[in-house]
Nanobody, 126 residues
């Protein structure tokens, strides 16, 4: 699976961004997808994940109620809608695909994901 993330940018606190991750290669619809982020000097952090069917989603506590993950299996794309952005959301955001098809539940650790996009930078100013 090849992943291409896009949609990052610079916004003020309270603003919104929508990240996209386009997938190619293997059957996209079979894999759990996740979004992670990495702030300067910090480790890679799980943000959100969505099951292969789209029926199950999982979020880290700090983004619940503000971020929404979704997927369009017909177009091999996963999205992360980010609202009410805060300066602490500033990071490089990565999309990732679980390497095992039809895997449940949604994993939240980086080692559970085998395929990674190149990252897109989100900067939130106060």
């Amino acid at each position: 699976v090849q992943l291409q993330a896009s949609g990052g940018g610079s916004v003020q606190a309270g603003g919104s961004l929508r990240l996209s991750c386009a997938a190619s290669g293997r059957i996209f619809s079979s894999y759990t997808m996740g979004w992670f982020r990495q702030a300067p000097g910090k480790g890679r952090e799980f943000v959100a994940g969505i099951s292969w069917s789209g029926h199950s989603t999982y979020y880290t506590d700090s983004v619940k109620g503000r971020f929404t993950i979704s997927r369009d299996n017909a177009n091999n794309t996963v999205y992360l809608q980010m609202n009410s952005l805060k300066p602490e959301d500033t990071a490089v955001y990565y999309c990732a695909a679980d390497g095992i098809p039809y895997m449940v539940p949604v994993a939240s650790t980086p080692r559970s994901y085998d395929y990674w996009g190149q990252g897109t930078l989100v900067t939130v100013s106060s």
